[in-house]
């Protein structure tokens, strides 16, 4: 019987087998033993971030022990003392404080903040909601796109949001403080020139001047020049854009022109002073602020900052007053006036007052100060009281007149 004719069936199994005795676990073991290092390594640097932690945690407990020891201080330097609340006059009044905080905040051109609190906080009366809704205009036309419907009845620029008014000064003063650019604030001027110009400001013709002269002293942040150069630039620039200043300012713009006779010389010219300014980009910064938010109708510094300095500062002295009042069991009763002086810097006294000579009391709306035909100034009620039949005889001077000449005085 040929054996071949019969493949044994156990050739396949036998290689198969050969395989398998081949293959081991050796690898495997291999592989599990680097993962095991890998791990002794990683348990080494984890003990180390343990160390790290545990020196933060010491690190932090130093920390809040000034911290504790800070306020200790603090409350034994300032002890708590009762503020005059019993009568809140703002409490009614949540809406306008919150419109007052968000003004603010644009102002300061904290613009994510105040669209946020504008989102969150509640603004009261309706009116009072519409009208910050057209100051914060641009985020609530991302947040309501049917608001913009609203916003487009106003026509151009009247209904500019205040945001993007500020977002535009800003980008101005950034220009001019971090990049040295006046360009963008004299472009604005030129754009507003108008107004500027009755509202009596100079500041367009204030920047381009300066700008001349920084031209000429080469004090400009771009490059240095040569003498030449410097005065040839300058002076072009002077051709380019003095012109429509002529009406105004010719006097100024002849003593400019003629300083160039002067040349290099020009320090220890008779026009050496104009040239030799000392101001610097913060001042324009400031003078360009001043003059952007009087054309908004608003003062230069935050009313919000104003108030919350100068209520500050007249703290102390109302806190002293309700004491005393209270030990002595009286009350001051008159509306209009409180009974102390509050003693705020000249800088944030916006409405001179007048004190009566004759009454020595304080002029009001209802009890204004009236002038005289010979010019003195009273109260009206103490002219009231000088009054016989229309006809009166001033107590400061000889001369009389009748109520029909006299005049009400507004500071
Ligand atoms: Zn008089």
């Known amino acids: ?20 005795m081949k293959s081991n676990l050796n690898g495997a073991i291999k592989d599990v033993d680097k993962i095991i290092e890998l791990l002794e390594n990683t348990k080494a640097q984890i003990s180390h971030v343990k160390q790290g932690l545990d020196a933060i945690t010491d690190d932090l407990k130093n920390v ?34 919150n419109r007052a905080v968000v003004m603010h905040l644009i102002r300061e051109g904290q613009f994510p903040t105040a669209e946020t609190l504008f989102r969150e906080a509640d603004f009261g009366p309706n009116e009072n909601q519409q009208y910050m809704r057209q100051q914060v205009a641009d985020s609530e036309e991302d947040q309501h796109p049917d608001a913009e419907d609203e916003n487009m009845t106003d026509g151009d620029d009247v209904d500019e949001s205040l945001t993007e008014k500020f977002r535009e000064m800003y980008s101005i003063l950034d220009e001019l403080k971090d990049n040295r650019n006046m360009e963008p604030a004299i472009e604005w001027c030129a754009a507003h020139s108008d107004l500027l110009e009755s509202k009596g400001s100079s500041l367009e013709f204030d920047l381009t001047k300066l700008q001349f002269i920084w031209l000429f002293n080469g004090t400009m942040g771009k490059g240095l020049q040569d003498d030449l150069s410097r005065q040839t630039r300058a002076v072009s620039y002077a051709h380019q854009h003095f012109g429509k200043f002529q009406r105004r300012h010719q006097k100024e713009i002849n003593q400019l022109c003629a300083a160039m006779v002067y040349g290099p010389n020009i320090a220890s010219s008779p026009y050496g002073h104009i040239f030799t300014i000392n ?4 001042q324009v910064a400031e003078s360009f602020t001043k003059d952007f938010c009087s054309l908004l109708g608003l003062s230069a510094e935050s009313p919000l900052y104003i108030a919350v300095t100068a209520g500050s500062l007249a703290l102390p002295r109302l806190i002293k007053y309700t004491h005393y009042m209270r030990e002595k069991k009286t009350e001051w009763t008159t509306e209009q006036e409180l009974a102390f002086e509050t003693p705020l810097p000249s800088s944030m006294i916006y409405h001179p007052i007048f004190v009566c000579p004759v009454s020595k009391e304080q002029t009001t709306d209802k009890n204004p100060p009236v002038r005289l035909a010979c010019g003195h100034v009273l109260s009206k009620e103490s002219l009231d ?6 006809k009166y005889k001033c107590p400061y001077c000889p001369a009389e007149g009748t109520t029909a000449d006299t005049v009400r005085v507004h500071f």
Not at 5 to 16: D, N, W
Not at 64 to 85: H, I, S
């Open 1 to 20: 019987m040929p054996s071949n004719e019969h493949p044994s069936p156990f050739g396949p199994l036998q290689g198969e087998l050969a395989k398998m």
């Open 64 to 97: 809040t022990k000034a911290q504790k020891g800070f306020g200790k201080a603090l409350d034994r330097a300032m002890p708590l003392r009762e503020l005059p609340v019993e009568i809140d006059t703002m409490e009614a009044h949540t809406g306008y404080v």
């Open 279 to 282: 101001t610097t980009y913060e």
């Open 385 to 390: 009281q000088l009054t016989r039949s229309g």
